[in-house]
């Protein structure tokens, strides 16, 4: 009890702590390195043989449907144990936060049975990427269950594909938000806590991992401020033997910078990482696509390091690397407690996505190649639950997928429907033609009067460019280079370029800190917060404007 008294700032956390370590006792490392061997290989059978996803989806949805059954929200849907899909389909609108944002606040309240049987005492506070809003999402005992579960899954995956357990013998740093739990005065009296996602994953944990693994610390991973963060993880890991990193990609970029200046204050000046961590095998990176800072992580972390790549949101973990080559696609995660179901992206339509349940396809309706709206059903309570997110399917057997980017931060402001995978491969490709560094990018559109009263107008790039930038180009230079991948990659781009409805593209090369303050200002300063890479609309690039008027 020392030690949670230590760690935890709170009742909650506390509780959380001692039903972990009540659950799974911190086992000697011997037997975990046994334990692992023994699981890597089952996960490697299973994942060449034996597994059967479909099969999981269907076993998956008789449970939640059993468990559905006896919530508010699942009777009012007349939900329950032996509904077919069909019913449920017929019955289950598809719904976005919004719609069960209600049935949220009462389970804060306290109130038992709204959205999954019982009470609900912690929630995960998501980034609010696309709407700047943070979203409140129920992190029951089940759904915990679930993060722990995919989380070792996904750990498993690596090792199996790598085919030995060395990565488990030194220790493995997270690099996320806070994860400190904040009592939400607004559900007193019951009492209510919230963290984000980094928070409820850590939380948990087996006893184990916490003791054999799990870096920087209890104390140093519940430091909110980012830049103080950054500092006490540099000061206490430098010279630990760390063998996995983990993070959202630009960060891990910041991190690397100060264990460098860390490293040259000691006489041991460093080019890579592999210098200072020499078992440093493993960076598993999640959030966002590598894209513009793939090769720049592969230079300062060591030619050895293997990336493995995870697909987890708020909402829940999605998919994992399963293969040498993320060109493959990530292995949906069919057996960890959630129900997917994907809709065609040619049928989406956010002003009447209630509508368009039947044309939503479990699993075995998908096909290779098409673009789906995610849509989840989870322990947590959510119902065909639209996370926002973009998918394709790259393989079928076995599902496998690739994020292509968010409903929401999409370009289509002229018909040219301009997914974020598309922008980041372009900026990609052509910063890789030059070698090019990118600190962070933003695309918006530019609209040009028309007398004929069609909506025209062009692209708008901000680019910020690492400083020392060998060969630093102009913008038309970029934006040339920019112009034609994008005609390569989306034909609908193509076409407007050709017919003049979209004007030659516009780069804006600004001073370095101009993001950061952006962020800053939006309080999306490290952790878990990413940059939105375009919108259709010009909210951030005007205030990008005002900040680099005031840069120059």
């Known amino acids: 009890m020392d030690r949670v008294k230590f760690a935890c700032s709170n009742e909650a956390e506390a509780q959380l702590f001692v039903g972990k370590a009540s659950v799974m006792p911190a086992l000697p490392k011997p037997l975990v390195l046994l334990g692992a061997s023994v699981r890597t290989a089952a996960t490697t059978l299973r994942l060449r043989y034996g597994s059967n996803p479909v099969a999981a989806q269907h076993r998956t949805w008789r449970t939640l449907m059993g468990r559905f059954g006896r919530t508010v929200h699942g009777r009012a849907a007349h939900l329950g144990a032996g509904l077919s899909y069909g019913q449920f389909q017929a019955r289950v609108p598809l719904q976005t936060y919004e719609q069960i944002a209600p049935l949220i606040e009462r389970m804060k309240h306290g109130e038992a049975d709204m959205l999954w049987p019982g009470q609900c005492s912690f929630y995960v506070l998501s980034a609010g990427t696309t709407t700047g809003r943070p979203k409140y999402l129920p992190a029951t005992g089940e759904m915990m269950a679930h993060f722990r579960r995919a989380a070792f899954a996904a750990g498993f995956y690596y090792t199996a594909r790598v085919g030995h357990t060395g990565v488990l013998r030194g220790r493995h740093l997270f690099l996320g938000g806070s994860t ?58 430098w010279q630990r033997d760390i063998t996995l990193l983990a993070g959202i990609p630009n960060w891990l970029l910041l991190l690397v910078d100060a264990l460098r200046v860390r490293a040259r204050s000691h006489q041991r000046p460093i080019n890579r990482l592999q210098e200072l961590w020499p078992n440093l095998e493993c960076l598993v990176h999640s959030g966002m696509p590598l894209g513009p800072f793939a090769e720049e992580l592969r230079q300062t972390l060591g030619p050895a390091v293997k990336f493995h790549e995870v697909y987890a949101a708020a909402e829940g973990f999605i998919a994992a690397q399963d293969t040498n080559s993320s060109q493959g696609g990530l292995r949906l995660m069919a057996d960890t407690g959630l129900f997917f179901e994907f809709l065609p992206m040619h049928d989406y339509d956010e002003t009447r996505l209630a509508s368009l349940g039947a044309k939503a396809v479990p699993l075995e309706g998908v096909k290779p190649g098409v673009d789906y709206a995610l849509l989840v059903t989870t322990p947590a309570g959510l119902c065909r639950h639209a996370l926002g997110d973009v998918v394709r399917f790259l393989t079928t057997k ?20 301009v997914l974020e ?3 980041t491969d372009a900026l990609t490709s052509v910063c890789a033609n030059h070698g090019w560094q990118i600190v962070n990018f933003h695309l918006a559109p530019i609209f040009a009067s028309s007398l004929t009263g069609q909506t025209r107008g062009g692209h708008e790039w901000w680019v910020e460019l690492k400083p020392g930038t060998v060969e630093t180009p102009t913008g038309p230079v970029l934006a040339a280079g920019l112009d034609t991948e994008l005609r390569r990659l989306n034909a609908d781009y193509s076409a407007r370029r050709k017919s003049g409805i979209i004007e030659p593209p516009v780069v804006r090369l600004v001073m370095p800190g101009v993001f950061e303050q952006w962020m800053r200002h939006r309080a999306r300063w490290g952790g878990q917060h990413k940059m939105p890479r375009c919108r259709s609309d010009r909210e951030i690039a005007d205030e990008l404007a005002q900040l680099a008027r005031f840069h120059a």
């Open 421 to 423: 995978k598309e922008i």
């Open 398 to 417: 076995p599902p496998r997928l690739i994020y292509v980017g968010r409903t929401k931060l999409q370009l289509r402001a002229f018909g040219e429907n």
């Open 180 to 237: 400190a739990l904040a009592l939400l005065p607004e559900s007193r009296p019951f009492e209510a806590y919230a963290g984000d996602l980094s928070s409820i994953v850590a939380f948990s944990l087996p006893a184990w991992v916490e003791k054999h693994l799990y870096e920087p610390g209890l104390e140093v991973s519940r430091i909110d401020d980012w830049d103080a963060k950054i500092k006490a993880i540099t000061e206490r890991c």
